[in-house]
Structure formats: C-alpha cells, structure tokens
C-alpha cells in the first residue's frame, strides 16, 4: 500500500514537473502564455512574469512531490514509470489544451 501511495506521489510530481516545463521556458523568454491566472483561466495569456512564478512553484511541488516522499530512486522502475507516466498524460493534456491557440492542432 505503502509503495503504491509512493507511485501516485510520483505520478503527480511527474505531472507538476512536466507542467513547470512550458512556463519556465515561455518566461524567461519573455513570452506571455496561457496560465490559470489568465482571463479566461487557462485560455487568456499571463505575463512572462507570472508564467516564471507558476513554473517555480510547480518545480517546488514536483521536488515535494518526487523527493520528499518515500525513497525515490531513479533505478527503480515502477518510480520512474509512475513519473514518466504523469509526465506523458498533462504533456499530452497541455499539447491538445494550448494547440488551439498555438497553432499546435494543425490537421495533417
């Protein structure tokens, strides 16, 4: 039970770290993009500012998430799969979500 609390701990941590990935990079290029503090939440774009500190605290809770809880080991395999997993499922949610603005949805 204990080891399965561990991956779902991972699995979420995967999802935060993913998630601060396009804020962080928007942000510091100085780029506005799509955040929950926007008009219409996740829709409207936020400043490069706000972006930044979204990505900081998603990396904390990713760190909280992942480092904090239970032994991660990045050479146990179930670990890193519930990560690679939770990762994979908001990168997928994120590339459909900010296609329709970003021209990412193209038809091919």
Known sequence: MVNGLHDLSYFFGGVFLANAIPHFVSGTMGRPFQSPFAHPPGQG???????????????????LLILC?????????P????????ALLISLV???????????????
């Open 45 to 63: 774009l936020s400043s490069s500012t706000i972006n930044v500190v979204w990505s900081f605290v998603n990396f904390v809770a990713a760190y």
């Open 69 to 77: 809880v239970g032994q991660f080991d990045m050479r146990d395999a």
């Open 79 to 86: 670990s890193m799969i519930s990560l690679a997993l939770g």
């Open 94 to 108: 994120a590339a459909k979500q900010f296609g329709r603005f970003n021209g990412g949805n193209l038809q091919g």
